[in-house]
């Protein structure tokens, strides 16, 4: 018998000191840098997406993946590939920690799109919409 899981973690961490230095217009190839990154873990990403000082992941992760080393993976990948590309000068370092729930695939859908739009639903908590 081979192994199935259908477990979608909504994972989220931020900027060192919430330091709103993730530029917009560079924040899509880090999107990229970091859907490379699951798909060579054999991670499936359903959305990837952020603002200035977090991001959050929608994912299911390969059952041989632990979530904490999935997190810790990507963070310090990221952090190299800022760094390196100099694309993003006002960044130092994630935060420690990291957020991680949970979500039954019925709620798939209404994650994606809430992940989806991160920076409208951000800019309106911000703007007291919410």
Known sequence: MSTYTQIIYHIVFSTKHRIPCLLPEKRKNLFRYIWGICKNKQCHLYRVNGVEDHIHLLVCLHPTIALSDFVKDIKVSA???????????????????????????????????????????????????N
Do not use: C
């Open 79 to 129: 952090s190299k590939w800022i760094k390196t590309n100099e694309s993003m000068p006002d960044f130092a370092n994630w935060q420690d920690g990291y957020a991680a729930f949970t979500h039954s695939i019925k709620e798939k859908n209404v994650l994606i799109e809430y992940v989806g739009n991160q920076e409208n639903t951000i800019g309106n908590y911000r703007l007291g919409k």
